[in-house]
């Protein structure tokens, strides 16, 4: 009976997978929520890190769980950025390599290099992505690089072999540029349907992080691991309620889990014409 008792906290452990993607003081109002300045960025970390939680990648979260659950540290937490801006180059992983933090960077490979032309309708198509030069450092410092798709689309309303097309071809040239498996992918937006996952899985993935604005725990689908946004006004306070699940944000949060299957109805009626845009 202690086991079984044992055993069913183990597997109920929740495990926070924390989603960053610009880490700047600059953005236009429509691309603010997607922005946490440098300093709130290290607050957080060292949060992290006085309150004893371990840093782990995707891969490794999934693999504790194909090893068993028990090989989990104490207090997981998993940090991911998505779309790989410069900054994370500059103003964080600095941060994360002073206080030996891991993380998962999440990649769309068309745009290396360039710009984040994917953000036109935030008025942000100018802001700088990461180099190969800085993509192979990042690399080196010991920090997962996962794939984000090809040219960062709405997987889930395009044909089913042109979203292969996508979800493979990051991952090639990921592994053909950078000289190491790639295994770990997000959905852009975080949109995805069964289809879908069903395709990174083919791909040769091991798993895939979409948002869902939850914690996620050892029975959470691998291919579609709960991620909780960090936002700029997600003050040291609200950052630790966050990690707690104990959020005055519950009520949002169901408004956004809530909203999100109709938006996603609504966008694929636009895109086979039958809701006019």
């Not at 890190?49 to 999934?62: C, D, E, G, L, R």
Request: contains cysteine; charged residues 20%.
């Amino acid at each position: 009976m202690k086991y079984l008792s044992m055993h069913k906290r183990i597997f109920e452990k929740k495990v926070p997978i924390l989603m960053y993607h610009s880490i700047s003081c600059v953005a236009t109002p429509q691309f603010k929520q997607f922005t946490v300045s440098p300093t709130l960025f290290e607050q957080h970390i060292a949060y992290l890190s006085q309150h004893a939680y371990t840093p782990i990648t995707v891969t490794q979260f999934v693999n504790s769980l194909a090893q068993g659950v028990s090989v989990l540290p104490e207090r997981p937490v998993v940090l991911t950025f998505d779309d790989g801006f410069t900054d994370f180059f500059i103003d964080a992983l600095p941060v994360l390599k002073r206080y030996g933090f891991s993380a998962t960077l999440y990649i769309s490979t068309v745009f290396i290099g360039q710009t984040s032309r994917w953000l036109q309708r935030e008025r942000e198509a100018t802001r700088p992505v990461l180099t190969w030069d800085q993509l192979m450092e990042i690399s080196r410092c010991g920090i997962e690089c996962g794939a984000h798709s090809h040219s960062h689309p709405q997987l889930d309303i395009l044909p089913s072999s042109v979203a292969y097309d996508e979800i493979t071809r990051c991952k090639h040239i990921l592994e053909d540029r950078l000289g190491q498996q790639v295994i770990s992918f997000a959905y852009p937006y975080g949109y995805y349907t069964k289809t879908v996952r069903e395709l990174v899985q083919m791909a040769g993935y091991t798993s895939a992080c979409a948002v869902k604005h939850a914690l996620s725990s050892v029975a959470t689908d691998p291919f579609a691991l709960a991620r909780l946004m960090v936002r700029p006004e997600t003050d040291v306070n609200a950052f630790a309620t966050l990690l707690s699940s104990r959020s005055s944000l519950t009520i949002v949060t169901i408004y956004m889990r809530a909203r999100t299957p109709v938006w996603q109805l609504v966008r694929r009626c636009i895109k086979r014409g039958v809701v006019r845009a």
